[in-house]
C-alpha cells in the first residue's frame, strides 16, 4: 500500500521554511526520501532506518516516528535550488518500495 | 562505481503492438530491481520487483510482465499495449537500502 503524503503543494519563497509529512497505515522497515526535477528521475536524498532517527542533507533533514509509521521532511530556508517534487518511499522487509503521490514544492525568488 | 543504463530514451508505439524495456545494472552484484511508471504530473507507481534471478513480485494486474534473466538485467515487457500504457517507465535498483534510478523511458502509444 503506498503511503500518503500531504501537502500536495507548496509554495514558498526563498529563506522560507516547509514541512512535507508522510504515513503509512503498515509497519515500517525504513523510509526514503527523493526529489524528482521536471523530466528527470527521481534522485536520492536520505534514508531513515531507525524509529526516531533523523538525517540532514544540506538544509533539508527528515525524522522517523516508527511507532506513529510517520516520517516528516524538513526544509529550512528554503533555496531555488530546492524546487521539485519530493517522494517518500516506504520499504517493507521483503525489500518492496513503495512511494507516495509526491508533494510538489515551488521555491520563488 | 555502480551505474544503470535503461533504454530507449524515448518510445513511440502503436496500440496493440508488443513492448520490450531493458534495465542493466553494473558495479554491483545481487540488487534489488525495480519497475516503476509514473503518468504525467503523477506520482511513482510501483509496477515490478525482484530480489533475485527469476523472482518477481508484482504490483499491479495487467498487460504488463517483467523478467529478470541475469542477476543484473531487469526486462519489462507488453505483448498488446494499450493507450494507458503511455507514462514514463522508470527502472531502479538497490543494495543497501537507497535506491538509484535509470534516466526513464517516455512510453507514448498511439
Known amino acids: 500500500q503506498q503511503p500518503v503524503q500531504s501537502p500536495q503543494a507548496v509554495i514558498l519563497r526563498e529563506g522560507e521554511d516547509a514541512v512535507i509529512n508522510c504515513s503509512s497505515s503498515?509497519?515500517?522497515?525504513?523510509v526514503h526520501w527523493y526529489r524528482q526535477k521536471h523530466g528527470e528521475a527521481p534522485v536520492f536524498l536520505m534514508i531513515l532506518l531507525k524509529g526516531g532517527e533523523q538525517k540532514g542533507h544540506e538544509k533539508i533533514s527528515a525524522s522517523f516516528n516508527e511507532k506513529k509509521q510517520q516520517s516528516s521532511l524538513y526544509l529550512t530556508a528554503s533555496q531555488l535550488s530546492y524546487s521539485g517534487t519530493y517522494f517518500c518511499g516506504t520499504e517493507s522487509r521483503d525489500y518492496k518500495l513503495s512511494f507516495g503521490a509526491g508533494t510538489t514544492v515551488t521555491v520563488r525568488a | 562505481s555502480q551505474t544503470i543504463h535503461q533504454w530507449p530514451a524515448t518510445l513511440v508505439q502503436p496500440v496493440g503492438s508488443p513492448l520490450s524495456l531493458e534495465c542493466t545494472v553494473e558495479?554491483?552484484?545481487?540488487?534489488?530491481l525495480y519497475w516503476y511508471r509514473q503518468a504525467a504530473g503523477r506520482g511513482l507507481q510501483l509496477l515490478f520487483y525482484s530480489v533475485g534471478i527469476g523472482q518477481i513480485s508484482s504490483e499491479v494486474p495487467q498487460n504488463l510482465s517483467a523478467s529478470r534473466p541475469q542477476d543484473r538485467q531487469f526486462i519489462l515487457s507488453s505483448k498488446k499495449l494499450l493507450l494507458s500504457d503511455s507514462g514514463f517507465y522508470l527502472c531502479a535498483w538497490s543494495v543497501t537500502g537507497e535506491a538509484f534510478f535509470g534516466q526513464g523511458t517516455r512510453l507514448t502509444v498511439v
Open positions: 503498515k509497519a515500517l522497515y525504513s
Open positions: 558495479g554491483t552484484s545481487n540488487p534489488n
